[in-house]
């Protein structure tokens, strides 16, 4: 049976800007924008679905926070949308041993359940982001096949090293050798492999300006193994990124691996932002402090504070957006990517063991599980952790806050 509804209006505005999305950013942005809502449905939906299948009582389901913008009711369940676009929630009753229920509904809350049937609903949000990562990488690896650096044969000498044998004999950027003792030769691969060894004369065909030049010279030994010889060139074109097809069978394990490097990867960078370092690092960018100043490696590489910083910076919900319609622009395999990404972090990071994420719900009733014995049901007491959930809300807060003036004051610039 069908209860009254809200008036559609809310809706309506909803709708409406997504077409005001769509008009002043385009498609790409409208693209990822429907992805993240839609990923954000499905996660509600996972908690929601195993809710239900342990006989749990759902009376909301909304999309959002803040002012409720439209509303219908359909049974015992409440289905809307909400003004603030932050997220969205699943209310269950009798989420911990603070509610109050009427007796008539206590069989039916979360806390009445068995321990597998809460961690099953407690999971059920991240296992849908991580299924829907496995998804996302499978069909990319299938669609737009596997990316892999191939030699170019339209490669070009990007440097000439002061000094090298290429310098005494007269190449220049931009020159591309051809053939070597008169061998054809297609990529700088194929170049380096005809080389003769150090002191050894050689004559190199090379192409410049559509033109064909001789040039001879002595090679010298590698730096990095004397026994090879060495002209002293590089080229920031001898290679090249293509899309290699990948079979289903073969494309179930590299989407395992993928999946796998993403979640460690997402495990480090939570730690490594949380982290005291991290936090400072955090809070020196949002008043706009200098860096320490550290002194140099013995090596002569890059000093920890000097290095790419963009690399390790967190992004709200709107850098988030941006870097995915930037990388939609560049073909939609690149959004699959990046939707894979977000999905395992937001999978991860809802797994923290801190109320009021997921995870405080699983360690509250592993908890409890490991409490209760002889047959006799412990229930833990939530009021002992409302201080640690709250502390965890206001720097999830802060961190949301800082990130978007961030965003909008110091976007990420993605790589060319």
Do not use: C
Request: proline letters at 6%; glycine letters at 12%.
């Amino acid at each position: 049976m069908q209860a009254p509804r809200d008036g559609w209006g809310g809706l309506v505005l909803a709708v409406g800007l997504l077409a005001v999305v769509l008009a002043l950013w385009g498609l790409p942005t409208l693209i990822v924008v429907s992805a993240v809502i839609g990923m954000i449905f499905l996660h509600e939906m996972g908690h929601f679905v195993a809710a239900r299948a342990a006989g749990m009582k759902v009376t909301e389901f909304f999309l959002g926070f803040g002012p409720r913008l439209w509303s219908i009711r359909r049974g015992e369940t409440v289905y809307g949308l909400k003004a603030i676009p932050a997220g969205a929630y699943v209310r269950i009753i009798g989420m911990n041993n603070l509610e109050e229920v009427a007796p008539a509904d206590e069989h039916r809350t979360y806390r009445s359940k068995p321990y597998w049937r809460r961690m099953s609903v407690a999971v059920a949000g991240s296992a849908v982001h991580f299924l829907l990562a496995l998804v996302l990488i499978f069909s990319f690896l299938v669609v737009g096949g596997r990316t892999q650096s191939v030699p170019s044969p339209e490669w070009t000498v990007s440097q000439v090293v002061s000094g090298s044998p290429a310098h005494r004999a007269g190449l220049s950027p931009g020159d591309r050798i051809v053939s070597v003792d008169g061998i054809l030769v297609a990529t700088m691969d194929e170049m380096a492999a005809k080389l003769p060894g150090p002191g050894a004369p050689v004559s190199l065909g090379v192409q410049r300006e559509g033109g064909m030049l001789a040039r001879s010279l002595i090679l010298d030994s590698h730096p990095q193994d004397p026994g090879r010889g060495y002209i002293g060139i590089s080229s920031r074109s001898a290679r090249v990124s293509q899309s290699v097809p990948v079979g289903y069978v073969e494309a179930v394990g590299e989407t395992l691996d993928e999946f796998g490097f993403l979640v460690k990867e997402s495990v480090y960078g939570i730690g490594r932002f949380f982290s005291p370092g991290g936090l400072t690092s955090f809070f020196r960018d949002l008043t706009d402090q200098p860096a320490p100043e550290a002194s140099a490696p013995a090596g002569g590489g890059v000093p920890a504070a000097a290095r790419g910083d963009a690399a390790d910076r967190v992004v709200s919900i709107f850098g988030a957006l941006r870097i995915g319609a930037d990388l939609t622009e560049d073909g939609y395999g690149n959004l699959l990517l990046f939707l894979a990404l977000l999905n395992v972090f937001i999978g991860v990071f809802n797994l923290i063991p801190l109320l009021p994420l997921d995870g405080g719900h699983v360690v509250i009733a592993t908890y409890e599980r490991l409490r209760s014995w002889r047959g006799r049901r412990y229930i833990a007491d939530v009021r002992k952790m409302v201080p640690v959930a709250y502390a965890v809300i206001l720097i999830l807060v802060f961190v949301f806050i800082g990130s978007v003036y961030l965003d909008f004051t110091d976007p990420v610039q993605l790589p060319s």
